[in-house]
C-alpha cells in the first residue's frame, strides 16, 4: 500500500510564495511518476506539474515560468514551489504517484490567494 501525504497549504496574498511538499511511504516503485493535480469549486481536477523518477518534468501552460516541481527520490518527496501566485491559483492541490497500472493520491491540501 501507498500512503502520501501533503503539507504546506495555506492563505497567500497575490503575487506571494507557497511550498507544498508531498511524502511517499510504503511500496515504491524504482520508476514513478509523482506530480500535483489541482482542483477548484466548479471545475475539474488538473494537472499542474509532474516529474519523473527521472527528472523529466512538465507544466500546465497556466504556471509554466511561475511554479517549480522537484523531488527528492532518497525521501520519496515531490515539492512544488508556486511564485508569484494569483487569485486563479486558489484550488485544492491534490499529490499524486503513478506507478505500475496504479495511481495514488493525497488527501489534497487548500491553496487560497487572496488579499
Known amino acids: 500500500q501507498v500512503q502520501l501525504v501533503e503539507s504546506g497549504g495555506g492563505l497567500v496574498q497575490p503575487g506571494g510564495s507557497l511550498r507544498l511538499s508531498c511524502a511517499a511511504s510504503?511500496?515504491?516503485?524504482?520508476?514513478?511518476?509523482m506530480g500535483w493535480y489541482r482542483q477548484a469549486p466548479g471545475k475539474q481536477r488538473e494537472l499542474v506539474a509532474a516529474?519523473?523518477?527521472?527528472?523529466?518534468?512538465n507544466y500546465a501552460d497556466s504556471v509554466k515560468g511561475r511554479f517549480t516541481i522537484s523531488r527528492d527520490n532518497a525521501k520519496n518527496t515531490v515539492y512544488l514551489q508556486m511564485n508569484s501566485l494569483k487569485p486563479e491559483d486558489t484550488a485544492v492541490y491534490y499529490c499524486?504517484?503513478?506507478?505500475?497500472?496504479?495511481?495514488?493520491w493525497g488527501q489534497g491540501t487548500q491553496v487560497t490567494v487572496s488579499s
Open positions: 499524486n504517484l503513478k506507478q505500475g497500472p496504479r495511481d495514488f
Open positions: 510504503g511500496i515504491i516503485l524504482r520508476i514513478n511518476t
Open positions: 516529474i519523473t523518477s527521472g527528472g523529466s518534468t
